[in-house]
């Protein structure tokens, strides 16, 4: 997220450390739903990631396991968001 040119994108993960960096996580159905979450969400503009596993444990190597959304405002993110469960 930092090493891109986004100026808005940095400013959000600057105050996003400065407040505590919280990371809340939701549930998805499968990775379709996360693909498409993603999706939407890098259409709304904000930032985005894909995170894959190492394969060091029960899950295979290179499955898609998390989706990152933000640092951003809260209202942006739950936008995209408000629809899933807590984890």
Same mark, same amino acid.
């Given at each position: 997220?930092?090493?891109?040119?986004?100026?808005?994108?940095?400013?959000?993960?600057?105050?996003?450390?400065?407040?505590?960096?919280?990371?809340?996580? *939701?549930? &998805?159905?499968?990775?379709?739903?996360?693909?498409?979450? *993603?999706?939407?969400?890098?259409?709304?503009? *904000?930032?985005?990631?894909?995170?894959?596993?190492?394969?060091?444990?029960?899950?295979?190597?290179?499955?898609?396991? &998390?989706?990152?959304?933000?640092?951003?405002? &809260?209202?942006?993110?739950?936008? &995209?968001?408000?629809?899933?469960?807590?984890?």
């Amino acid at each position: 997220i930092l090493r891109g040119d986004n100026a808005a994108h940095k400013e959000y993960a600057r105050r996003w450390e400065e407040i505590g960096e919280a990371k809340i996580a *939701l549930r &998805v159905r499968n990775s379709e739903e996360l693909n498409a979450l *993603l999706t939407r969400a890098q259409e709304s503009g *904000l930032p985005t990631a894909t995170i894959v596993d190492a394969g060091r444990t029960q899950v295979e190597a290179g499955s898609q396991t &998390v989706g990152a959304i933000g640092p951003a405002p &809260v209202p942006a993110v739950d936008a &995209v968001t408000s629809h899933l469960q807590l984890r």
